[in-house]
């Protein structure tokens, strides 16, 4: 029999558990509330479900998105807080679908598009050629996969002015994109944020990871 050992009440055991129990109990409901307050205001992760982004964004991609450098967008209020800047023309932005408007929520779709007009300017589409301003607007990131030309806005477009808080948005597959050429613009408090970064990218057709994108700022 071992003189020095000491029996540990039944009842302090169980109260030994139960702190054990609630400490844990707390940590998961605070990294919990933290996790809710980071994908709320700070970043969220998105996959790219289609190649209207191609080829800055594949179908596999997956980003995050920067939710607090517009601001915050809070209830009932006409303009964000805390914004850092405006979008710009060139930005890669995430929105929530436009014609999605008045739907329950868990039946909105975010969209992923780069800001081509922003407020206060004229978009007008000749011929695959974009004019903003009246002047022609060249980006690298624009690509053709369809050398037809189409009447419609696809391909062509009436010279419109993009309204105040409003911004006009492309896919950089230009032939393959649903954008707003089609249903027009962006009201900014459909905003989510900025697309800065791919952390992962999987290609379904090889069943392989495409290690060269990982990790690469979008531009």
Not at 142 to 164: E, F, H, I, Q
């Amino acid at each position: 029999m071992n003189l020095f050992s000491k029996k540990i009440p039944a009842d302090k055991k169980n109260r030994h558990k139960k702190s054990q129990l609630r400490d844990w109990t707390e940590a998961l409901i605070i990294a919990a509330i933290l996790a809710l307050i980071i994908r709320t205001f700070v970043v969220q992760a998105f996959k790219i479900p289609s190649g209207s982004m191609e080829d800055t964004l594949l179908i596999g991609d997956h980003l995050l998105v920067n939710k607090f450098i517009y601001g915050l967008q809070l209830p009932f209020a006409d303009e964000p807080v805390l914004s850092m800047r405006d979008p710009e023309r060139g930005d890669v932005i995430v929105f929530e679908f436009p014609e999605d408007a008045g739907k329950p929520y868990f039946e909105r779709r975010d969209f992923i598009k780069r800001v081509i007009g922003l407020p206060g300017d004229t978009v007008e589409i000749r011929n695959k050629n974009v004019f903003i301003n009246g002047k022609r607007y060249l980006t690298p990131e624009a690509v053709y996969k369809d050398g037809n030309l189409t009447a419609g806005p696809r391909d062509n477009m009436p010279l419109l002015t993009v309204p105040p808080h409003n911004y006009f948005v492309m896919g950089d597959n230009r032939d393959r994109s649903y954008d707003s050429r089609f249903w027009k613009f962006v009201d900014r408090s459909a905003i989510k944020g900025l697309a800065f970064i791919k952390y992962w990218s999987w290609d379904s057709e090889k069943f392989l990871p495409r290690w060269n994108r990982i990790g690469r700022l979008i531009n």
